[in-house]
Antibody, heavy 116, light 106 residues
Framework: EVQLVESGGGLVQPGRSLKLSCAAS????????MAWVRQAPKKGLAWVAT????????YYRDSVKGRFTVSRDNAKSTLYLQMDSLRSEDTATYYC?????????WGQGVMVTLSS | EIVLTQSPTTIAASPGEKVTIACRAS?????IYWYQQKPGASPKPWIY???KLASGVPNRFSGSGSGTSYSLTINTMETEDAATYYC?????????FGGGTKLELK
């Protein structure tokens, strides 16, 4: 059974950093591209970043370019999202997702709240 | 950036009723994907490659469309179908989602 479990969220001040993790199991992690998708409170879904199966390619939405870094450790079956210079508009639930036929599998999400 | 506009934003349907949700793209896209999300839960893949049902999706659901105009149809509404549905494209980054259509039970 495919499982994606996010962790690392919490309450953080604007301008600070946070690193999210997504532990994957139930499939060969290194065979799949992975992504982060976020959802602000009571809002819709927004793609954040994607990383290729081997980490050689990364893609970001404009609003996070230069502030967020997606990475992966295939030996640990773990996806990461390093978030720097956080802004109030980054407040959201962050989901990791496995790419396949679309965003094929989703984690349960982790909440990131920006507050001074 | 390709903008996806869903309509209606909210719709209420009675059991047995036919429901159609539209998704219009600002530029032509190759395929549209649909996701279902219920309150407090993660989104679930629902329809992929415009018209293929994801695993476990009842066949009362269907998807169609091409170019800039796509739709998701429920042939006969059931209680469990009440949820928010999002469309999404893969035609180049940024991969964007529609704003969502909340389907309520009447």
């Amino acid at each position: 059974e495919v499982q994606l479990v996010e962790s690392g969220g919490g309450l953080v001040q604007p301008g600070r950093s946070l690193k999210l993790s997504c532990a994957a199991s139930g499939f060969t992690f290194g065979d799949y591209a992975m992504a982060w998708v976020r959802q602000a409170p009571k809002k819709g879904l927004a793609w954040v970043a994607t990383i290729s199966f081997d980490g050689s390619g990364t893609y970001y939405r404009d609003s996070v370019k230069g502030r967020f870094t997606v990475s992966r450790d295939n030996a640990k079956s773990t996806l990461y999202l390093q978030m720097d210079s956080l802004r109030s508009e980054d407040t959201a639930t962050y989901y990791c997702a496995r790419l396949g036929t679309g965003f094929e599998y989703w984690g349960q999400g982790v909440m990131v709240t920006l507050s001074s | 950036e390709i903008v996806l506009t869903q309509s209606p934003t909210t719709i209420a349907a009675s059991p047995g009723e036919k429901v159609t949700i539209a998704c219009r793209a600002s530029s032509s896209v190759s395929y549209i994907y649909w996701y279902q999300q219920k309150p407090g839960a993660s989104p679930k893949p629902w329809i992929y490659d415009t018209s293929k049902l994801a695993s476990g999706v009842p066949n009362r659901f269907s998807g169609s469309g091409s170019g800039t105009s796509y739709s998701l149809t429920i042939n006969t509404m059931e209680t469990e179908d009440a949820a928010t549905y999002y469309c999404q494209h893969w035609s180049g980054t940024p991969w964007t989602f529609g704003g969502g259509t909340k389907l309520e039970l009447k």
